[in-house]
């Protein structure tokens, strides 16, 4: 709109200089068009003048929550740029559809590229892997009236996590443990002496010194702490189940990735161990975890984001006998399975509701 004034406004004053032959009109047209052609050599100049890459800042958002994503411009010439837009595309992995956001900003002068973020805030509405790239910015003229464009290549993964929905689960009367071998892990907890140890972890103000490892501590010369099971222990083995058909689209992998996130959730609140197992189609084999606490949970929802989980039943099936016998299974139809017993089914369209309003019964 601004281009098309600026063109009429020049064209009216260069008519009417000459349909009365006014040389103060000739003039103004004159010094209009020198105007308009340094408006746009200018934006062409600074064009070049500018490149955008996206800084490091962190990765991880949460679903339906406004997140800043920086963007920043280097400017190689002394000229500031007053107005430049950037366009971003946001992209969900293995989504066909490809959302476009234009935001604005400036660039100072070479000496202060640092301070020259431009930040833009959006909401994700799914869970997942969100690819977020910048292919083309603008550049104004000091008008903003005309303006020239370039192709840019930098791009950022942003890992979109579920909120935890504190769903309620209710264990079985007796726990059951598997008899695994001590593990090198972390843990927030104070050990307790009871039969089996759990884990071997570093020592922290207020452990008991009776339950040091004096050999591995002697060893190390760091104290370390034996952490023991209790009776009332339980642990499972959830299988992700990613087989299927047709490969789910971002919403449906949006729902799988919420009811998963909020089940291995509450399970941890619940002191129980949890082994989660998915399928990695890339090794053709179960890539596992063994998350302990929320900080754990959210590493291992970036690393299943990462793997590319797409299978066939076949390849599932041929797994199972990896998994103990507290076996648990969530698959992508949105079923929820416990030692071959139905436990739900949750549906796309209401599944928070679902999660929220239901006492699970294993």
């Known amino acids: 709109m601004k281009k098309f004034t600026a063109f009429a406004l020049l064209f009216g004053i260069w008519y009417l200089a000459g349909m009365y032959r006014n040389k103060t009109l000739m003039t103004a047209a004159i010094c209009a068009a020198i105007a308009v052609l340094v408006l746009i050599v200018s934006a062409r100049v ?7 890459k996206i800084p490091p800042q962190n990765r991880i958002a949460y679903k339906n929550t406004e997140k800043l994503f920086n963007v920043q411009a280097y400017n190689k010439g002394i000229i500031p740029v007053n107005r430049m837009s950037v366009m971003l595309n946001l992209k969900y992995k293995n989504a066909k559809k490809i959302s476009r956001k234009k935001f604005y900003g400036s660039a100072s002068g070479k000496k202060d590229n640092d301070s020259n973020l431009m930040g833009f805030y959006f909401i994700a509405p799914y869970c997942g892997a969100l690819t977020l790239s910048v292919k083309k910015f603008r550049v104004y003229d000091w008008l903003s009236i005309f303006s020239s464009g370039k192709r840019a290549k930098c791009s950022e993964e942003l890992f979109i996590l579920p909120i935890d929905r504190n769903i309620q689960i209710q264990l079985p009367p007796i726990g059951t443990y598997d008899g695994d071998p001590v593990t090198m892990l972390n843990s927030d907890k104070k050990g307790n002496d009871n039969s089996e140890i759990r884990l071997i972890r570093e020592y922290r103000q207020g452990d008991l010194y009776r339950h040091l490892h004096r050999n591995y501590t002697a060893r190390t010369g760091t104290p370390w702490i034996k952490e023991y099971y209790k009776e009332n222990d339980f642990v499972f083995d959830l299988l992700l189940d990613t087989s299927g058909e047709l490969p789910p689209n971002e919403e449906d992998m949006d729902a799988f990735y919420d009811i998963s996130y909020s089940v291995i959730s509450a399970l941890i609140k619940s002191e129980a161990i949890v082994r989660v197992h998915w399928y990695d189609k890339n090794k053709k084999m179960l890539a596992s975890e063994t998350p302990q606490n929320t900080e754990q949970l959210n590493h291992l929802m970036t690393r299943l984001y990462q793997t590319d989980t797409e299978c066939s039943p076949s390849d599932i099936q041929g797994t199972s006998s990896e998994l103990g016998k507290n076996k648990m299974v969530i698959n992508t139809r949105l079923e929820w399975y416990f030692m071959e017993k139905h436990i739900f089914s949750f549906t796309k369209q209401m599944f928070h ?10």
């Open 46 to 52: 600074m064009r070049h003048c500018i490149s955008v």
């Open 353 to 362: 509701s679902e999660l929220a309003g239901n006492i699970f019964v294993l």
